[in-house]
């Protein structure tokens, strides 16, 4: 599937009103990284790292853990990677860890809520990302931070190990960023300092409309009824991007939504320029973005919006169509 896309692999996702979007990929599992070249991906913009630990019979070791972000950024070669820390939790559950009995798991103990009660456990993640980066540069971002304090103390576990790691005598990463994912509704309302302290922010729009809409993610009769195209959705993304345009924080998209190309199309008229997805996606995303005027997507929306549409998929796949893109 991927020899379609071939020629546009090294083209950059420009769109007609001259608008630069980069397309990243989101990666898990070693067998992913040979996609980073056969796709274009101009880096990972998400790393799952719990996947290691979800197909063991026990947490892997420190070395274990260098040895997979090594390999991870010598596959990279230079293209930036967003290494997301332990997500588990809820629907990733590992086996060889204690089940909680909560009534509400995707409201329960999960992700970086963990990562603060349990802190040898992110500590161990830290320090064998510093190991394993050898030196390179690389991003850290964590899971599920619902206020602005969760991001203050794991900011600060991480420089707290980046400056272990240098009084060891080893090689400081190159560059260091640190970010969260904004996953619920709570973190876009944060004080500005937050987005001041956070070298970037990444909007995790699988858990985000979860929250959003209040359903849940894995429950077929319910996951279907709300979308990306939703107008109060797409309202609250523009007043993400306006919160981080104010104070210049780089903002990217990794959910599954900016995979699908008229999904990608809308996030990015509402001024998000960095997308992650699956890599398969990269190809059709950007033929996409290639022929479109983001200018006139954001007025089909704006009128939408304007006129009390509920959702914008219809207005914007009938604009596509009419405009033969
Ligand atoms: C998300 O929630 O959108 C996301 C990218 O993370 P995950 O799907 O792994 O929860
Ligand atoms: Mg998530």
Redesign the pocket.
Known sequence: AMEAWRALRDEPALTLDGQRVGLHM?AGLLTDLPSLEGSGAEGVG?Y?TELQFLIRARVPLRSEQAALYDRVLSNARGKRVVF?TL?IGS??VLPYMKRLEEPNPALGWRAIRISLDRPNILKMQLQSLLRGAAGRSFAVMF?MVAQASEFSQARAMTLEQLERHIRNGWPAPSRLEIGA?L?TPSLAFAPDHFFREADFI???????K?FFFAADRENERVRRRYDAFNASYLSFIRMIVDRCEAHGTPLSY???DVGRPLEAMALTAMGVRTLSMRPASIGPVKRLLRSVDLREVRGVIDAGIGRGDVNLRGALAGWARDAGV
């Open positions: 989101n998400l799952r997301r997500d629907d990733k899971p994912m996953e990444s909007i995790g729009g699988n858990d985000l979860q990794c959910g599954e």
